[in-house]
């Protein structure tokens, strides 16, 4: 089996998140380079808290193990749970949505504005990218207050999710925004219309930055294995 598939790994159990996850990355696949996204059974039904994120690592980490055609790897939970982790296992291109989802952002606005799902979500954000040394180009960080299920009911999503955009542009003077979460993914193209903002949705800049290291043959640093 040749090594051509890039892996798209949702760590918690809802198949409808991993279905709205193909789905979002469906336009990158015109680049060729076959794409699966696979659901980690053993992860919970949302992931919500930084307890959850770390529990699904082991299990995360031997399901990728497990893809023999993987050619990268996409860990599409916008926390990045494991994604040292990964890139300690594997040569193989590792990305996370939350870096990909900064990292694009950052090319497509001065400060970016992140909305969250929930409150206790934004700590954990905060961690991350003063982690990426990024906070001084942070407009803010506003979560809508509703749980990973939530947001596939656009009746309790998507107003929640413009009126937290305007939030962020008007209040924060964020000029990008990211989608906290991968379940956000089919609200991408309403949320830029009624913001006029470029919106970010992050498992699409990590499928597209994966794809792009994948063609160049980009291997991260300090890896040893295959």
């Known amino acids: 089996m040749s090594n ?50 770390d529990l699904t690592i082991a299990p995360m980490l031997a399901l990728a193990a ?27 291109p590792v990305l ?3 870096e990909s989802a900064v990292m694009t952002a950052l090319t497509l606005g001065q400060r970016f504005g992140v909305i969250a799902i929930l409150p206790q979500s934004i700590s954990r954000h905060l961690r991350a990218f003063g982690a990426m040394g990024v906070l001084d180009r942070l407009a803010g960080d506003r979560a809508l207050g509703l749980g990973v299920a939530d947001l596939a009911d656009p009746d309790k999503s998507l107003d929640a999710m413009i009126t937290t955009g305007k939030r962020l542009r008007d209040a924060d003077g964020a000029d990008v925004l990211i989608m906290g979460c991968a379940g956000m993914a089919q609200y991408r193209e309403t949320l830029e219309t009624e913001t006029g903002l470029p919106v970010v949705e992050p498992t699409q800049a990590a499928v597209a930055m994966a794809l792009g290291q994948i063609a160049l043959g980009l291997r991260h640093t300090g890896s040893h294995h295959a």
Request: glycine share 10%.
């Open 66 to 92: 497990a893809q023999t055609d993987a050619a990268g790897y996409v860990i599409a939970c916008f926390g990045d749970p494991g994604l040292h982790a990964l890139r300690d296992q594997t040569a193989l």
């Open 4 to 53: 051509d598939t890039l892996i798209v790994i949702n760590p918690n159990a809802s198949k409808t998140v991993t279905a709205g996850i193909d789905k979002a990355v469906d336009p990158l696949r015109r680049f060729g380079t076959p794409i699966r996204c696979l659901t980690l059974a053993e992860g919970p039904p949302g992931i919500e808290n930084q307890l959850q994120a």
């Open 96 to 98: 996370g949505i939350q």
